[in-house]
Each structure stands twice: as structure tokens, then as C-alpha cells.
């Protein structure tokens, strides 16, 4: 399978515990993006990366969160303290260089608190 | 800022029924893309198509158009002969150039189709 993949699709947690998602991008692809959607809504987007660096986060993304891509290639959502309102789907997606290059989606991560 | 408006929630047709799903979006660039992505049950966002801003060219695929108008701000996407497998969430999405590329979705019209 060459797409993009995340890993858990599903998370269950407590609130106020950690958890940390990750996603495989398309191996060529040195842009990756991860987005919130949820229930109801179009996804959301969270931050942005370029090879290891990170370019631009959203003010979606609280102190809470925090997203590394080390060696640029997977990446990794952290979201410490979970509340509640932090239950969603989070979707990470890559693409290539260009202009022109589409964005590939991943099957998201499913975050439920409880 | 950017904005994309689905207006139809929810739409629910009969098999072999043609169905319009609209979609208005907002942006003060004078380049910029829109997107149409498919949402099936199982979550994963699959890419229907991109537009670029200076392409008003209609498309069609198989079952498939689109129908792109600056005038009004409007990419609608048309399915001719709706069958039961297009059943899904439906996003329009829009990207301006300079913006990391980065996708502003509208909330999505969920089509369900009925044998």
C-alpha cells in the first residue's frame, strides 16, 4: 500500500491523559498537513510541514498540541491533557512539490474523550 | 479570508436520479484552486477533482461534471445517474496560491442514495 497511513484509526481516552497519533506519508512526498474535522464539519487545518520543518500552525492548535516530523518523513500529533472538545477525527494528508499537486488523505485517527 | 459554503446539509435521492450538490466559496485572490473530495463511510477524503481559478472550462467524468462560474462564485458538481455506491459526505475545498497550499473546506453535503 503506497498511500497514506495513520496510525490508531481509533484512540479512546480519559480526559486529561496524553495521546499521540501518527502518520506515514506517500514516500516521495515532503509536505505534510494534518487536519481536525469534526462531527458535522469540514476538516480543519491544523499545521503544516516542509521536509522536518514546520511552516505554519493554525490558532486551532493550542499549547496543548504539538506535531514534530523528525527526520522528515513520518509525523507524529501530540495532544497532551485531552479535554473533551478535543474529540474528532484527525486526518493527515501529504503531497509532492509543485504547485500543482494534489493533497492525498489519510484514514484519519478517530479521538474519542471521555 | 476564505470561506466555502455547502448550503445543502443533506440530500437524498433515488437511484438513477441526477443530483447537484453546490458549492459558493469566498477569496480575495485572483489565483486559487478548488477541490471536490468524496468522504465514504469509512472517513478516508478521496480526490474528485482540482480547478484552477483561470480555467473556467467545464469537466466531465463518466458520471461526473462540474460546472465552474466566477461570476458567481460557484463550482457545482453534478452526479448524472446517482447509484447507490455514491453515497457519501461531499467537500468542496478551496486553495489559494501562497497559502502553503493549504485546503479551506466547507462543511460538507451528505448524499445518500436510495435503491
Known amino acids: 500500500d503506497t498511500g497514506v497511513s495513520q496510525d490508531p484509526r481509533h484512540k479512546i481516552t480519559k480526559r486529561g491523559q496524553n495521546v499521540t497519533f501518527r502518520c506515514d506519508p506517500i514516500s516521495e512526498h515532503n509536505r505534510l498537513y494534518w487536519y481536525r474535522q469534526t462531527l458535522g464539519q469540514g476538516p480543519e487545518f491544523l499545521t503544516y510541514f516542509q521536509n522536518e520543518a514546520q511552516l505554519e500552525k493554525s490558532r486551532l492548535l493550542s499549547d496543548r498540541f504539538s506535531a514534530e516530523r523528525p527526520k522528515g518523513s513520518f509525523s507524529t500529533l501530540e495532544i497532551q491533557r485531552t479535554e473533551q472538545g478535543d474529540s474528532a477525527m484527525y486526518l493527515c494528508a501529504s503531497r509532492g512539490g509543485g504547485v500543482i499537486y494534489e493533497q492525498f488523505f489519510g484514514p484519519g485517527t478517530r479521538l474519542t474523550v471521555l | 479570508a476564505q470561506k466555502v459554503t455547502q448550503a445543502q446539509t443533506e440530500i437524498s435521492v433515488v437511484e438513477k436520479e441526477d443530483v447537484t450538490l453546490d458549492c459558493v466559496y469566498e477569496?480575495?485572490?485572483?489565483?486559487?484552486?478548488l477541490f471536490w473530495y468524496k468522504q465514504p463511510p469509512s472517513g478516508e477524503l478521496v480526490f474528485l477533482i482540482r480547478?484552477?481559478?483561470?480555467?473556467?472550462q467545464n469537466e466531465i467524468s463518466g458520471r461526473y461534471s462540474w460546472n465552474f462560474q466566477k461570476s458567481t462564485s460557484s463550482f457545482n458538481f453534478t452526479i448524472t445517474a446517482s447509484q447507490v455506491v455514491d453515497s457519501a459526505v461531499y467537500f468542496c475545498?478551496?486553495?489559494?496560491?501562497?497559502?502553503?497550499?493549504?485546503?479551506?473546506f466547507g462543511k460538507g453535503t451528505l448524499l445518500t442514495v436510495n435503491p
Open positions: 480547478r484552477n481559478s483561470f480555467d473556467e
Open positions: 477569496t480575495r485572490d485572483t489565483t486559487y484552486y
Open positions: 475545498a478551496l486553495r489559494s496560491r501562497g497559502s502553503n497550499y493549504k485546503l479551506t
